[in-house]
């Protein structure tokens, strides 16, 4: 439904829904595994009867505490308020975070969801897709695939590189960190035969090197002859900030970061200290598009690229709004069924590219059975 009338928009009701979709097998990155793919799906209902709809965000075991969290918290904030006025929300929405006994993660997540759902209902009122009205620089967008897990046999790794061809995505980002520099590389090597030429690699270690590590599989991937289009979170988390640095400094390529940060503030730092050629904040962590959408100004500013952790359905919209934007990302149909699976029309990836739709809004269409099936109760 379009918005019809001037003037304010109010908002009269909040909905959620977590869903859990357990996955077919344990999946191990460096330092971490993942059973269930989770997500909350938010609405937002005004008196005008543009509702907003929207998924965000992959945690599991805090999903209690984010929906408590929205609903008693967040949605009192934000009743009664303009949605065109979505720094007025966010601002209404911040005290939340201002509790030192708990978790502020968790909390930004939380105003994620209402935030991703106030902008969507925005879109819908304009009759506008979210990309157009952020920037409108793009209408398509390169995607890339993650993968490449733990606990996989050589002929299971190189079918699952050819899933991803068959997918037709142009790459994709291949977890290493869990072994050694020289086990890595090997199973890299692996990737890099099966794929052919043209598909594009970026390495991620999800902070599971040390910093002598992470120069090593560099060099190491250089004397084999496999150039890396970034490193992803390379080293540990502690002191990260400068060894990030070091490790651009000392193999030449590019770093990404910015994932694990979810304030404004925690970007901001790694973009002063030189630590990032790329910054892959995520919406469904920081807070929400309107904070993103600060940290991509910021990159500009520091002649930082973009890209966006995973959330497909949010971030091809953010990153087609602006000029400096890198890839989307996606998984596996059998890691992630979400993305494949909870809206009625087939993903638009033709030859590398994932084509926008005009629809307005994140122009999401979801299946109702599915969220049935996967509803948590």
Known sequence: MTYQKPGKLTIQKIETEALRIPLKRVYKGSKYSMQNRCTIITRVYTDQGVVGEVYTGDTDKEQVDILNIINNELVPAVLGRDVFDTEGCWEAMKPATYDILRDRGVTMQAIACVDTAIWDTLGKALDMPLYKLWGGYR???????????????????????????????????????????EEDLARLQIARKTAGDGFTFMVDANQGYTLHEAIKFCKLAEHAGIE?????????????TRWLRDVRMATGVPVTAGQSEYTLDGVRDLMVAGSIDVCNFDASWCGGPTI??????????????????????L???????????????????????????????????????????????????????????????
């Not at 890396?228 to 990260?240: A, C, G, K, M, S």
């Not at 959408?293 to 930082?304: L, P």
Request: aromatic fraction near 12%.
């Open 139 to 181: 209408s398509e967008i390169p995607i890339i695939a993650i993968g490449g897990y733990y606990g996989q046999t050589s002929d299971e790794l190189a079918r699952e590189i050819q899933d991803y061809v068959e997918y037709g995505v142009c790459g994709m980002k291949f977890k290493i960190g869990g072994a050694t520099p």
């Open 228 to 240: 890396l289009r970034w490193f992803e979170e390379p080293v540990r988390w502690y002191n990260d």
């Open 292 to 313: 993103w959408r600060r940290s991509a100004a910021m990159a500009a500013a520091f002649g930082i690229e973009v890209g966006h952790h995973e959330e497909a359905q």
């Open 315 to 377: 971030s091809s919209h953010l990153l087609c709004g602006v000029h400096h934007s890198t890839y989307i990302e996606c998984f596996h149909k059998d890691r992630d069924p979400l993305f494949w699976d909870i809206q009625t029309e087939p993903r638009p990836i033709k030859d590398g590219i994932y084509h926008m739709s005009d629809r307005p809004g994140l122009g999401l269409l979801l299946d109702r059975d599915y969220i049935k099936k996967y509803k948590v109760t």
